[in-house]
């Protein structure tokens, strides 16, 4: 079974932090993505990444900025955490030829 | 960029009876596919229809599509209280090489005991 994994279900942190949210997928898929998930707004595609070191924005990326080194990795940085980032963020990859994602559990980001 | 758009928001319903959820979009599509998702985790795929297919089966899943109409439907039958979950519709675009989805907004199901 494809597995995704997010590093932290629950996380807390202060305005101004930098904050890193990381995601691993053991299938060798090469496009992952970040969404992010508000109330009355659905799933909203942050960044996302067809190869190793290739990134393009997606529907919301102030604020953010991401890195992919490795093939199974795609982190998600907040430069400098703000309130209004408090969020579900979710995790998620496919392989380029079919059109199914697989997302992580997610994690529960709140900014102080 | 909202695409898909679930119909109704929220859907309460006694175990073993039947659940629809509807999906409206606005473009046109290659696939449309349906995700559940259990209260605070993450997504999971249920089924896939393509654009020349006009219904799905999958177990006590069925979907149907009418791309004349922009629309796809999801029924749950003889639900189960497990059936309790939101349901999303998603749509595909193809952009920089990489297949990038648009979710709804989600149909809320309650399956009552």
């Known amino acids: 079974d494809v597995k995704v994994t997010q590093s932290s279900r629950y996380l807390v942190k202060r305005t101004g932090e930098k904050v890193f949210l990381e995601c691993v997928q053991d299938m060798d898929h090469e496009n992952m993505f970040w969404y992010r998930q508000d109330p009355g707004l659905g799933l909203r595609l942050i960044y996302f990444s067809y190869d190793v070191k290739m990134k393009e924005k997606g529907d919301i990326p102030e604020g953010y900025s991401v890195s992919r080194e490795k093939k199974e990795r795609f982190s998600l940085i907040l430069e400098s955490a703000s309130t209004n980032q408090t969020s579900m963020y979710l995790c998620?990859?496919?392989?380029?030829?079919?059109?199914?994602?697989?997302f992580g559990p997610g994690t529960r980001l709140t900014v102080t | 960029s909202q695409q898909g758009e679930e119909d109704p928001q929220a859907l309460s319903i006694q175990e073993g009876e039947n659940a629809t959820m509807n999906c409206s979009y606005k473009t046109s599509i290659n696939n449309l596919q349906w995700y559940r998702q259990n209260s605070g985790r993450g997504l999971v795929h249920l089924i896939l229809i393509r654009s020349n297919e006009r219904e799905k089966h999958s177990g006590r899943l069925r979907v149907t599509l009418d791309t004349s109409k922009k629309s796809s439907s999801l029924l749950i039958t003889a639900s189960r209280a497990a059936d309790t979950a939101s349901y999303f519709c998603a749509t595909e675009g193809l952009i920089q090489g990489a297949q990038k989805l648009v979710f709804g907004q989600g149909t809320r199901l309650t399956i009552n005991p």
């Open positions: 998620a990859s496919s392989t380029f030829w079919t059109y199914e994602q697989y």
